[in-house]
């Protein structure tokens, strides 16, 4: 079974762009579904429960592309309890946050039609969410894997988003003052030695 899990992992890290869905910068959020514990995201094709505040594109296929420079946000949706890492061209960038698997239902809007809300889950710590910063020129591809899983029985709640922001850069003032003041603790220093 383990064979079969990294297998699959492998396969899915190295599917080409040509299955892939692209993230536009500041557009809207991509709602994607996981199995269970060492799954990879797959695209909901229309069948996720929906979304709110915003609404997510459900037609989606994973992995997620774009290229140049940009702040991929992903967020846990519906029951509070799972956690992704994230990987660029299948190299990891890191995990979503760490949180217990509550089975918070707190950003679930109660229909009809019942839809998990992308705001409330980004403002609740019960909910897992990462931000990645990834600056690097040339093409990305990102996909997911499921760390931790809540309800690995329940399809329905097995749910999350991923949407791609302006990069956060430094600004070349911010760079000179880091910069200025590492000279002169390195000044101090040598001076005591």
Same mark, same amino acid.
């Given at each position: ?29 991509? +709602? ?5 514990? @060492?799954? !990879? ?28 420079? @940009?702040?991929? +946000? ?11 890492? $994230?990987?660029?061209? @299948? %190299? ?21 039609? %019942?839809? /998990?809300? =992308? @705001? ?21 591809? =990102?996909? &997911? #894997?499921?760390?931790? %899983?809540?309800?690995?029985?329940? #399809? ?5 988003? &991923? ?5 956060? %850069?430094? +600004? ?6 880091? /910069?200025?003041?590492? $000279?002169?603790?390195? !000044?101090?220093?040598?001076r005591k030695a």
């Open positions: 079974m383990k064979f079969l899990l990294t297998a699959a992992g492998l396969l899915a890290l190295s599917a080409g762009s040509m299955f892939a869905d692209p993230l536009t910068l500041d557009g809207p959020w991509l +709602e994607f579904q996981f199995g269970g514990v @060492g799954s !990879f995201a797959f695209g909901c094709g229309g069948t996720c429960s929906l979304t709110t505040n915003p609404v997510a594109i459900q037609s989606t296929t994973a992995p997620f592309t774009f290229t140049g420079p @940009g702040l991929v +946000e992903v967020v846990d949706l519906f029951l509070a309890g799972d956690t992704f890492t $994230v990987f660029d061209n @299948g %190299v990891g960038v890191g995990n979503t946050s760490a949180v217990a698997l509550s089975g918070s239902n707190a950003c679930i809007v109660f229909g009809p039609p %019942v839809a /998990g809300d =992308i @705001g409330c889950s980004l403002g609740n710590p019960l909910y897992s969410k990462g931000f990645f910063n990834l600056l690097g020129p040339g093409s990305h591809s =990102i996909t &997911i #894997q499921a760390t931790q %899983v809540l309800d690995p029985n329940n #399809q329905t709640n097995r749910a999350a988003a &991923i949407a791609l922001r302006d990069p956060i %850069v430094p +600004e070349p003032a911010t760079m000179v003052l880091m /910069g200025g003041g590492l $000279v002169l603790l390195g !000044f101090k220093f040598r």
